[in-house]
């Protein structure tokens, strides 16, 4: 058996543990049949109710015509749906469904359910710890995201042709 070192060990452990967390029986199967842009769209879309396709594609980070295939994709799902601006045929404006709604409101009741379950094992002590370590963490994670990635600069890919 190979040697672990013990962050490995500590990562091995972590994900023994919450496996069955990513098993499509723990949730509704609706969220699976969504990539993370798609899921990232419809939750940004639900909190505004209504938004432009510009909005779209810098809150997901991806060019104008790759949120068009988002929302493309979404709009076949029936999930939500595109409108043209009465005064201005050029803006375009997406909005949920009510089977949209329904979804996403799905999806947040399961995971809802998990945390509920969670925080009710926890002592009030606890709560406020573990919610000052999340936002540590993520106050971490984000600020190594961002040292990364300057503002305004462009992600170039090579594509190697052959």
Same mark, same amino acid.
């Given at each position: ?60 980070? =991806? ?16 999930? =939500? ?12 404006? =997406? ?68």
């Amino acid at each position: 058996m190979k040697e672990t070192s013990p962050i490995e060990e500590f990562i091995f452990n972590f994900v023994d543990k919450f496996k069955p967390l990513f098993f499509p029986e723990k949730w509704k199967n609706s969220f699976l049949d969504y990539s993370k842009n798609e899921i990232f769209v419809l939750i940004y879309v639900y909190r505004k109710g209504s938004v432009n396709m510009s909005e779209i594609a810098e809150y997901i980070d =991806v060019p104008l015509n790759t949120a068009t295939g988002i929302i493309g994709r979404l709009e076949k799902k029936g999930v =939500v749906i595109r409108q043209r601006d009465t005064e201005d045929k050029r803006v375009v404006t =997406v909005s949920m469904t009510p089977e949209g709604m329904q979804v996403l409101r799905d999806e947040l009741n399961s995971i809802s359910f998990y945390y509920n379950h969670l925080m009710d094992s926890l002592s009030e002590e606890e709560k406020i710890l573990l919610l000052k370590i999340l936002s540590k963490l993520m106050d971490a994670v984000t600020m190594d995201l961002s040292e990364r990635t300057k503002p305004g600069e462009k992600k170039i890919r090579k594509i190697t042709i052959e």
